[in-house]
């Protein structure tokens, strides 16, 4: 490997010149777009051929995981259930939420930096080498898949766990594994994946390999029906598995929030303990998840960590002593399924926060740890009365029509009400990698489609499904904002032309308002949630 990158500038770190050259593989196109060349799977193996990593790969062993919902879930605690056991793990998922090597996790940590320059430059100067017109240089998620696979042979890892990063019969992560898994299914990416449930099923179940066994969740009637053809014709045993009786937790709660979770660590344990069985580990392979659990296996469920699911970070910028007056509820969910799972998870953590005074909250300093239950007096917190702010984008391949009724209806049934939703660009653009992949925080800033989110939000709220976008400008301008820091200020929403704009009014509205603590749900992006955590911690 040529470490003398001699062209780099004294003002770029060796790291920051990654992140540029991965920003390059970045392709602004949609991933639906057939021009893409690089993105065309029948390169996969062309591209592994050109890292001599054919031989390596086939001796992974490997445990695949697609789905909708909860495929990230279930390979953080099936990383975690394995690490308990004693085996030397590597752990493959997306997106990330703040730093690119978060994909990339050995022993349930991220790679070093050192690792990962070193990895990163032996596999993109190969490529770069041998590719060509006929094989030019893979897309992105093709890329960083490469990389993964380079990263886990290299250091020997006893089990590769791959996250599906979209759909799967296509997807770069398809490779030959010891057992798959398939989590809940619904309607995301149907651009690419097809319009009919029944469509998006076939997709998924295109990690199916010949006479290797694969476990499923309870699904739409339509998507087993497709999960079972599938299987059948590919001699797959496949097995649907319920959710886990929290009993077998010994009182202990899992690592990951919410109750979906459950059914994303039945479907672990099954993955788990057929690769015990599939790979000879019988001494810890034998269990009946009706009966008991070994204790490595609860070691690794009670303290599986993944940040930006289910999460409750307190604003650090408040004062200590005031730390629980504005706390975030962070969830990347951007599906209507998701969406309705994640309004419940809300209503029920801060119903439980106000009940118990207490705190669910995950570590910064220590990805590896689980999510601690801290108990803290808030200097009179329990006096003082919640209000919920929802804090919101989603992209534009994406229907806000279908993802708020679900947030609204499920939240009002728990009896929560949103006083304000806050409609924000994320500051993450798509096309660069890193802390220096920041978007315009400016007024310039191209909010049509905040304005659109705002009118089927108070379209939903007021209960006034034909107001046009005329008579909806006009209830907007009857609402003044005294900090004039929004750009548009509704009745029950504002839109700022940028994420720090944000925070900051949510900053000087808790100091304005000391009675009062701030419970704000951020959730339609993953990528938002990402910035959230990094100005939550500044």
Same mark, same amino acid.
Request: charged share 20%; hydrophobic share 40%; aromatic share 8%.
């Given at each position: 490997?040529?470490?003398?990158?001699?062209?780099?500038?004294?003002?770029?770190?060796?790291?920051?010149?990654?992140?540029?050259?991965?920003?390059?593989?970045?392709?602004?196109?949609?991933?639906?777009?057939?021009?893409?060349?690089?993105?065309?799977?029948?390169?996969?193996?062309?591209?592994?051929?050109?890292?001599?990593?054919?031989?390596?790969?086939?001796?992974?062993?490997?445990?695949?995981?697609?789905?909708?919902?909860?495929?990230?879930?279930?390979?953080?605690?099936?990383?975690?259930?394995?690490?308990?056991?004693?085996?030397?793990?590597? $752990?493959?998922?997306?997106?990330? $939420?703040?730093?690119?090597?978060?994909?990339?996790?050995?022993?349930?940590?991220?790679?070093?930096?050192?690792?990962?320059?070193?990895?990163?430059? %032996?596999?993109?100067?190969?490529?770069?080498?041998?590719?060509?017109?006929?094989?030019?240089?893979?897309?992105?998620?093709?890329?960083?898949?490469?990389?993964?696979?380079?990263?886990?042979?290299?250091?020997?890892?006893?089990?590769?766990?791959?996250?599906?990063?979209?759909?799967?019969?296509?997807?770069?992560?398809?490779?030959?594994?010891?057992?798959?898994?398939?989590?809940?299914?619904?309607?995301?990416?149907?651009?690419?994946?097809?319009?009919?449930?029944?469509?998006?099923?076939?997709?998924?179940?295109?990690?199916?390999?010949?006479?290797?066994?694969?476990?499923?969740?309870?699904?739409?009637?339509?998507?087993?029906?497709?999960?079972?053809?599938?299987?059948?014709?590919?001699? !797959?045993?496949?097995?649907?598995?319920?959710?886990?009786?929290? #009993? $077998?937790?010994?009182?202990?709660?899992?690592?990951?929030?919410?109750?979906?979770?459950?059914?994303?660590?039945?479907?672990?344990?099954?993955?788990?303990?057929?690769?015990?069985?599939?790979?000879?580990?019988?001494?810890?392979?034998?269990?009946?998840?009706?009966?008991?659990?070994?204790?490595?296996?609860?070691?690794?469920?009670?303290?599986?960590?993944?940040?930006?699911?289910?999460?409750?970070?307190?604003?650090?910028?408040?004062?200590?002593?005031?730390?629980?007056?504005?706390?975030?509820?962070?969830?990347?969910?951007?599906?209507?399924?998701?969406?309705?799972?994640?309004?419940?998870?809300?209503?029920?953590?801060?119903?439980?926060?106000?009940?118990?005074?207490?705190?669910?909250?995950?570590?910064?300093?220590?990805?590896?740890?689980?999510?601690?239950?801290?108990?803290?007096?808030?200097?009179?917190?329990?006096?003082?009365?919640?209000?919920?702010?929802?804090?919101? #984008?989603?992209?534009?391949?994406?229907?806000?029509?279908?993802?708020?009724? #679900?947030?609204?209806?499920?939240?009002?049934?728990?009896?929560?009400?949103?006083?304000?939703?806050?409609?924000?660009?994320?500051?993450?653009?798509?096309?660069?990698?890193?802390?220096?992949?920041?978007?315009?925080?400016?007024?310039?800033?191209?909010?049509? %489609?905040?304005?659109?989110?705002?009118?089927? %939000?108070? #379209?939903?709220?007021?209960?006034?499904?034909?107001?046009?976008?005329?008579?909806?400008?006009?209830?907007?301008?009857?609402?003044?904002?005294?900090?004039?820091?929004?750009?548009?200020?509704?009745?029950?929403?504002?839109?700022?032309?940028?994420?720090?704009?944000?925070?900051?009014?949510?900053?000087?509205? !808790?100091?304005?308002?000391?009675?009062?603590?701030?419970?704000?749900?951020?959730?339609?992006?993953?990528?938002?949630?990402?910035?959230?955590?990094? $100005?939550?911690?500044?």
């Amino acid at each position: 490997m040529d470490q003398a990158k001699g062209s780099q500038k004294a003002s770029v770190t060796p790291y920051e010149e990654v992140l540029d050259a991965l920003s390059s593989l970045i392709t602004k196109r949609s991933r639906a777009d057939p021009s893409i060349k690089g993105d065309r799977f029948d390169l996969l193996f062309d591209y592994i051929k050109i890292l001599d990593l054919e031989e390596p790969i086939s001796k992974l062993k490997i445990i695949h995981v697609a789905g909708t919902k909860g495929k990230g879930s279930t390979c953080t605690f099936t990383e975690a259930i394995l690490r308990n056991c004693g085996f030397h793990t590597g $752990l493959f998922t997306s997106p990330h $939420l703040i730093d690119i090597r978060e994909r990339f996790r050995l022993d349930g940590m991220d790679i070093c930096e050192e690792k990962f320059l070193a990895y990163f430059w %032996w596999c993109y100067d190969r490529l770069k080498e041998n590719t060509n017109d006929d094989v030019p240089m893979p897309t992105f998620f093709r890329f960083i898949t490469l990389l993964a696979f380079k990263i886990f042979t290299a250091e020997q890892v006893d089990v590769a766990i791959l996250e599906v990063g979209l759909g799967g019969r296509f997807d770069s992560t398809n490779v030959a594994p010891i057992v798959c898994g398939i989590s809940s299914l619904g309607y995301d990416h149907m651009e690419i994946l097809g319009n009919t449930i029944g469509e998006i099923a076939g997709e998924k179940a295109g990690i199916f390999k010949h006479g290797v066994p694969a476990f499923t969740v309870s699904q739409p009637d339509e998507a087993m029906r497709v999960l079972e053809e599938k299987a059948s014709r590919l001699d !797959v045993h496949l097995q649907v598995v319920p959710p886990l009786d929290a #009993n $077998l937790l010994n009182g202990i709660k899992l690592g990951l929030e919410g109750e979906h979770q459950y059914l994303n660590a039945g479907l672990a344990v099954a993955l788990c303990s057929t690769w015990l069985q599939r790979t000879g580990h019988l001494e810890v392979a034998n269990l009946q998840q009706n009966s008991s659990l070994p204790e490595q296996f609860i070691r690794g469920l009670t303290t599986a960590s993944l940040q930006g699911r289910a999460q409750i970070v307190p604003d650090q910028h408040i004062d200590i002593e005031r730390s629980g007056d504005l706390v975030f509820y962070l969830d990347g969910a951007h599906s209507p399924e998701s969406m309705e799972v994640c309004a419940r998870w809300f209503s029920l953590a801060i119903k439980e926060d106000s009940q118990q005074q207490t705190l669910n909250y995950q570590p910064q300093d220590d990805t590896r740890s689980s999510n601690e239950l801290i108990q803290r007096d808030f200097g009179g917190r329990s006096r003082k009365n919640s209000t919920q702010i929802l804090l919101f #984008n989603c992209m534009s391949v994406r229907d806000p029509q279908l993802l708020l009724p #679900n947030l609204l209806k499920t939240c009002a049934s728990h009896g929560v009400h949103f006083k304000k939703a806050l409609l924000v660009p994320n500051i993450s653009v798509y096309h660069k990698v890193g802390s220096h992949a920041l978007s315009s925080t400016d007024s310039q800033v191209d909010l049509s %489609w905040q304005f659109t989110i705002q009118r089927v %939000w108070e #379209n939903l709220v007021q209960g006034k499904k034909g107001v046009d976008a005329q008579s909806m400008d006009a209830v907007c301008e009857e609402v003044k904002d005294d900090t004039e820091l929004c750009v548009k200020n509704c009745a029950n929403s504002a839109v700022f032309s940028s994420l720090p704009i944000a925070i900051k009014w949510l900053r000087d509205y !808790v100091q304005q308002n000391q009675s009062i603590r701030f419970q704000v749900l951020v959730t339609g992006s993953i990528h938002l949630v990402g910035d959230v955590l990094k $100005l939550a911690k500044k």
